[in-house]
T-cell receptor, first 117, second 113 residues
Framework: EAGVTQFPSHSVIEKGQTVTLRCDPI?????LYWYRRVMGKEIKFLLH????????ESGMPNNRFLAERTGGTYSTLKVQPAELEDSGVYFC???????????????FGPGTRLLVL | AQKVTQAQTEISVVEKEDVTLDCVYE???????LFWYKQPPSGELVFLIR??????QNEISGRYSWNFQKSTSSFNFTITASQVVDSAVYFC??????????FGPGTRLSVLP
């Protein structure tokens, strides 16, 4: 079974440009999460999708960030316009979303390393 | 609000030594879930273990063991006979059911040959 995949693995852009990150969750996982780790600090939650709906977007830093999950499959996270402080590693995770709590584990992708110059 | 503390920023040990990584958590909820993830130099987060708050049994998996103590709100991770391949950043995380993770700041473990 394929794990969570993210594209691109690395992205270097200039301040003011737009970047779109993509996440493909594990097949059949209803829950999809975005996190980021900025400047070696804690990994911070950004938002949570349940299928195509945004369940919790309380971690989104500002309106320069837009996440979508059309059709409840893959998700994109767009940063427009990018600022220097957006540099970091963006992780995506997915979980099954079953009512069996013993199975509710988030599996993470490899992350996208974003550098804004 | 939930919080996870990993007081050890960096640890260095010599191969074959045992090492314990500390994790202390805070939550007012009685049902919660604790996790450890490993981030090797390649960058991905690798799931190691999940522990439910209602299951205080300690667990051993090969050279890895975890000590969960609700009385002290701790979920410590021990690597026995460490190896160079264990070098990584280790994250402890806390979650309520169906909610996002709260991560600790991570502990960077360096195992020297």
């Amino acid at each position: 079974e394929a794990g969570v995949t993210q594209f691109p693995s690395h992205s270097v852009i200039e301040k003011g440009q737009t970047v779109t990150l993509r996440c493909d969750p594990i097949s059949g996982h209803d829950n999809l999460y975005w996190y980021r780790r900025v400047m070696g600090k804690e990994i911070k939650f950004l938002l949570h999708f349940v299928k195509e709906s945004k369940q919790d977007e309380s971690g989104m830093p500002n309106n320069r960030f837009l996440a979508e999950r059309t059709g409840g499959t893959y998700s994109t996270l767009k940063v427009q316009p990018a600022e220097l402080e957006d540099s970091g590693v963006y992780f995506c995770a997915s979980s099954q979303g079953t009512w069996d709590r013993t199975k509710e584990t988030q599996y993470f992708g490899p992350g996208t390393r974003l550098l804004v110059l | 609000a939930q919080k996870v503390t990993q007081a050890q920023t960096e640890i260095s040990v010599v191969e074959k030594e045992d090492v314990t990584l500390d994790c202390v958590y805070e939550t007012r909820d009685t049902t919660y879930y604790l996790f450890w993830y490993k981030q090797p130099p390649s960058g991905e987060l690798v799931f190691l273990i999940r522990r439910n708050s209602f299951d205080e049994q300690n667990e051993i998996s090969g050279r890895y063991s975890w000590n969960f103590q609700k009385s002290t709100s701790s979920f410590n991770f021990t690597i026995t006979a460490s190896q160079v391949v264990d070098s990584a950043v280790y994250f402890c995380a806390l979650a309520l059911y169906g909610q996002n993770f709260v991560f600790g700041p991570g502990t960077r473990l360096s195992v020297l040959p």
